[in-house]
């Protein structure tokens, strides 16, 4: 029996470390679950993150092409306005010449220039 008893506390003993080790790892790997989730997290933050400013800059640079363009559009559209209104400023000046106004009058209207001029002047 005393024999039996030794052997019984001596594999008890040894069961110890065992158990212990057991636990051990056990509590290490919940450790390693906590900080692979923790980690995880951090990651999948860091992702969404990421993914919102690059969208975002995606965006932001699509409008400032856009714009871009409708900038082009706008000045080529204001340098063809400016052609025809230099245009028409120079046809408005050839309407209003003396020239062309006396040539009409003497062409279509039958109106001759008179050989004199005379003023008159009222004196009070």
């Not at 024999?3 to 158990?19: D, F, G, I, N, Y």
């Not at 856009?66 to 025809?84: D, F, H, I, P, W």
């Amino acid at each position: 029996m005393v024999a039996q008893r030794k052997e019984v506390e001596w594999e008890s003993e040894q069961a110890l470390p065992r158990r212990n080790k057991i636990r051990k790892t056990i509590q290490q790997r919940r450790q390693e679950k906590n900080l692979n989730n923790a980690l995880r997290t951090r990651c999948m933050i860091l992702f969404v993150i990421t993914t919102v400013l690059a969208v975002f800059f995606i965006l932001r640079s699509g409008m400032a092409a856009s714009e871009a363009y409708q900038l082009n559009q706008m000045k080529g559209q204001a340098t063809v306005l400016e052609t025809e209104n230099a245009r028409l400023h120079l046809e408005i000046a050839h309407l209003k010449s003396p020239e062309r106004i006396q040539q009409i009058a003497q062409q279509e209207l039958g109106m001759i220039l008179p050989d004199k001029f005379f003023f008159s002047t009222k004196n009070n």
